[in-house]
């Protein structure tokens, strides 16, 4: 019975956390999100804030991004809502770390500090989530340019004013935040790669948060019923309760699937799709 109690307890404190994660969805997050990532120096705070000039910002007077030549400006993610040939998203510049490869004796004197690490960490999430990656890389002369050729993915070789020699970037798009080289292909390549997708991103995300959300509680509400039948020992009831949990679960995972959830879903979509 003790073990029994311990495992609906925290059974019920996930379903509750998962049910806090969907309530804080806003339109924000319903919005496609593109993150710039890449080496640090390699020009995204600039690309950031030109991006930001050149399309239409619901960030109003937003100072922009930090830049500097010093590397590992950026610590915290920055974030602006923007509009590009009618296509809303949120950009988000992050930050970036070099990869050092030290010996064992100086390895303390290059380990991250906690600003680092969770720096790194709030990049890795944004990437993670990212619906568009702006893969960012400094021209320089020993740059080795590797094929993109993923949907999700735009490979930017920034500071292109200081590219020396004759370079084949190939599928990577050059820009530049001093000459403004690139920046209207960018913002084109950005709209035309969201385009289509936006409006069934936002309604799609909006209609299954709030499906979802749904569901936990009806889940949530059931493991407080198990929790409080089996302090009297009701194994029958704690049985039909946790039956009623796995239920609800699953039509969120898409384990169980209802006449009711098929309903909703060809009410909104073709069958032939």
Do not use: M
Request: with cysteine.
């Amino acid at each position: 019975p003790d073990e029994l109690q311990r495992r609906l307890s925290a059974a019920n404190e996930a379903v509750a956390s998962l049910i806090e994660q969907t309530a804080g969805r806003s339109l924000r997050q319903s919005l496609p999100r593109v993150v710039l990532t890449g080496p640090p120096n390699a020009g995204k705070s600039s690309l950031f804030n030109s991006l930001r000039q050149r399309c239409r910002s619901d960030t109003g007077d937003h100072p922009g991004a930090l830049v500097s030549p010093q590397a590992g400006t950026t610590r915290d993610s920055v974030t602006a809502l923007l509009e590009a040939d009618g296509v809303r998203f949120e950009l988000i510049d992050t930050a970036g770390r070099e990869q050092t490869n030290s010996t064992a004796a100086d390895q303390s004197a290059d380990e991250p500090t906690p600003i680092e690490t969770a720096a790194d960490q709030q990049a890795y999430r944004d990437t993670q989530q990212a619906d568009l990656r702006l893969v960012c890389h400094a021209a320089t002369p020993l740059l080795t340019l590797p094929d993109s050729d993923t949907t999700q993915e735009i490979a930017v070789l920034t500071k292109a004013d200081l590219a020396t020699g004759n370079r084949e970037p190939g599928n990577w798009l050059k820009t530049s935040s001093q000459t403004g080289e690139g920046l209207d292909a960018l913002v084109t390549a950005i709209a035309d790669r969201l385009r289509g997708d936006e409006a069934s991103h936002a309604g799609f995300l909006a209609a299954t948060a709030e499906r979802c959300r749904q569901s936990l509680e009806l889940a949530q509400q059931s493991l407080h019923a198990a929790c409080e039948v089996a302090v009297h020992d009701q194994h029958e009831l704690v049985a039909f309760e946790l039956r009623t949990v796995l239920d609800t679960l699953g039509q969120v995972t898409g384990a169980v699937v209802t006449d009711d959830l098929l309903d909703r879903i060809f009410s909104q979509f073709c069958i032939g799709k």
